[in-house]
């Protein structure tokens, strides 16, 4: 409850609501500000579908309106600890019309729930943290199967996984580690899910967090895979916001420090990068136990016109989805943190991801280090990606994985382990869909002509500070 010390973290896992039941929403949630947007009226006591449960209330049911506003949760009131690391509620999975919700403390409308508490918060303190940070902050929420999910918790910076029943919440088989599965620290960043049985994952691997990690285990007769550990060329300082299967590869998506623009300083950049479901890992004198299809292309959301503004800061990728007949993936941008802010949602075709894998590798050359394309006849043949023999879908089609069993020569050879990221990057058709900056005011500040170059709806100041 607000205002009381925590002991330690609730794993919450509680169903929705029966059907036709009406629950009202948690009292001791107050929300800390609304999105409005264009569309529908919310007015409170209708049922809607939602994240309430099935046949639960919706707080703002829709009616036919110009505006909405949307209540966004940011944690208890009153409650310190949550104010300052904003993680009171973890993780949150709907699953087979039943909520699940990783939580400290529990809310009240839980019909089940049980204790995940870590037992090492001691040492844990020994190694320099907070108390407030020695925890067992839920960060992996998955389902496994039809039966079971995966629940992975920091505890207490020593990571550990478990395996829940999804009808009893009765623990099944033994922990095991956490380690390149769930981060150490609850605010570094995190994605996982089930593919083919396996579990890819994206975090760092270990407590200094210097160890970037995209990670394939839980794998039954396969061998775990993983990145290439400390290469700035695989993975530099990522932030992951999405992990999605697509055909016979899986994408990862996130942000990371461009080591092509080191010059410029610490620039960020968006990425996606893909691997291969049946990728078997490399031999013991080339990428053992490494990933052997692991390639990446930058994203591009900009605003084109004579001064091109660039929105580089990946924030957050949908599922895949039909925009124009053709199946494609949303993503929210921001601006870089010593940009103006701004964000803006672009849309990228999967058609129009896979010809960027198709392209050139990328390489330094030259004094000033300019990357640019290295030559096909560099280039053992045949190489990585491999040319696209299929359409594209959610699954593979029975016998066919779209990738080869063996590593190709580009990959024996040495060259594709050195040059992961392509050269062509990945641009959004057009503008972005939606866009907003803003600026500080002061009585000598005029509007930025960036911001005017960007055609940003709603470009202005909102407030002192901005928003």
């Given at each position: 409850m607000p205002g009381l010390p925590l002991p330690f973290l609730l794993l919450l896992l509680g169903p929705g609501p029966p059907r036709g039941a009406a629950q009202p929403?948690?009292?001791?949630?107050?929300?800390?500000?609304?999105?409005?947007?264009?569309?529908?009226?919310?007015?409170?006591?209708?049922?809607?579908?939602?994240?309430?449960?099935?046949?639960?209330?919706?707080?703002?049911?829709?009616?036919?309106?110009?505006?909405a506003a949307y209540p966004r949760f940011g944690g208890l009131r009153g409650d310190n600890a949550t104010a300052q690391l904003g993680l009171d509620f973890q993780r949150m999975l709907r699953l087979n019309g039943t909520l699940f919700v990783a939580a400290r403390p529990p809310p009240r409308l839980a019909q089940q729930h049980l204790t995940w508490e870590t037992r090492d918060r001691a040492n844990c303190a020994m190694r320099g943290r907070l108390q407030d940070e020695c925890h067992n902050y839920i960060r992996v929420l998955v389902p496994r199967d039809a039966g079971t999910l995966l629940a992975c918790g920091t505890n207490a910076f020593s990571p550990l996984c478990r395996t829940y029943q999804v009808s009893s919440l009765a623990q099944e088989g033994e922990e095991v580690s956490g380690q390149a599965r769930c981060p150490f620290d609850a605010k570094q960043s995190?994605?996982?899910?089930?593919?083919?049985?396996?579990?890819?994952?994206?975090?760092?691997?270990?407590?200094?967090?210097?160890?970037?990690?995209?990670?394939?285990?839980?794998?039954?007769?396969?061998?775990?895979?993983?990145?290439?550990?400390?290469?700035?060329?695989?993975?530099?300082?990522?932030?992951?916001?999405?992990v999605l299967p697509y055909g016979p590869y899986v994408y990862f998506f996130f942000?990371?420090?461009?080591?092509?623009?080191?010059?410029?300083?610490?620039v960020l950049v968006a990425r996606v990068a893909r691997v291969c479901r049946n990728d078997r890992g490399g031999s013991p004198r080339v990428l053992e136990r490494r990933w052997t299809s692991f390639l990446k292309v930058r994203l591009q959301c900009a605003v084109p016109g004579d001064t091109v503004f660039s929105f580089d800061v990946l924030e957050a990728v949908t599922p895949p989805r039909a925009l124009h007949g053709r199946p494609a993936v949303l993503a929210l941008f921001g601006t870089q943190p010593n940009s103006i802010p701004g964000s803006a949602v672009c849309a990228f075709y999967l058609a129009d991801m896979e010809r960027a894998f198709e392209g050139p590798f990328a390489e330094p050359r030259g004094a000033a280090?300019?990357?640019?394309?290295?030559?096909?006849?560099?280039?053992?043949?045949?190489?990585?990606?491999?040319?696209?023999?299929?359409?594209?879908?959610?699954?593979?089609?029975?016998?066919?994985?779209?990738?080869?069993?063996?590593?190709?020569?580009?990959?024996?050879?040495?060259?594709?382990?050195?040059?992961?990221?392509?050269?062509?990057?990945?641009?959004?058709?057009?503008?972005?869909?939606?866009?907003?900056?803003?600026?500080?005011?002061?009585?000598?500040?005029?509007?930025?002509?960036?911001?005017?170059a960007m055609g940003a709806w709603g470009c202005g100041c909102w407030g002192a500070h901005g928003h």
């Open positions: 929403f948690p009292r001791d949630l107050v929300a800390r500000s609304t999105v409005g947007l264009a569309g529908e009226r919310r007015v409170p006591g209708t049922r809607v579908p939602g994240p309430w449960g099935a046949g639960g209330v919706s707080p703002h049911p829709p009616v036919p309106a110009a505006t995190i994605v996982a899910l089930f593919v083919d049985g396996s579990l890819y994952s994206a975090t760092v691997a270990d407590f200094q967090a210097s160890d970037a990690v995209i990670y394939r285990s839980l794998s039954p007769g396969r061998p775990p895979l993983r990145t290439l550990k400390y290469s700035s060329r695989w993975l530099q300082e990522p932030h992951f916001v999405q942000r990371e420090v461009s080591v092509e623009l080191s010059a410029m300083g610490k280090g300019t990357w640019t394309p290295v030559p096909e006849d560099r280039v053992p043949q045949p190489r990585y990606p491999p040319p696209r023999t299929q359409a594209l879908g959610p699954l593979p089609p029975p016998g066919c994985s779209g990738c080869p069993m063996v590593p190709p020569p580009a990959v024996t050879g040495g060259l594709a382990p050195q040059h992961p990221a392509m050269s062509r990057s990945l641009v959004t058709p057009g503008a972005p869909a939606l866009r907003r900056c803003c600026w500080r005011r002061s009585a000598s500040m005029t509007p930025h002509g960036e911001c005017r």
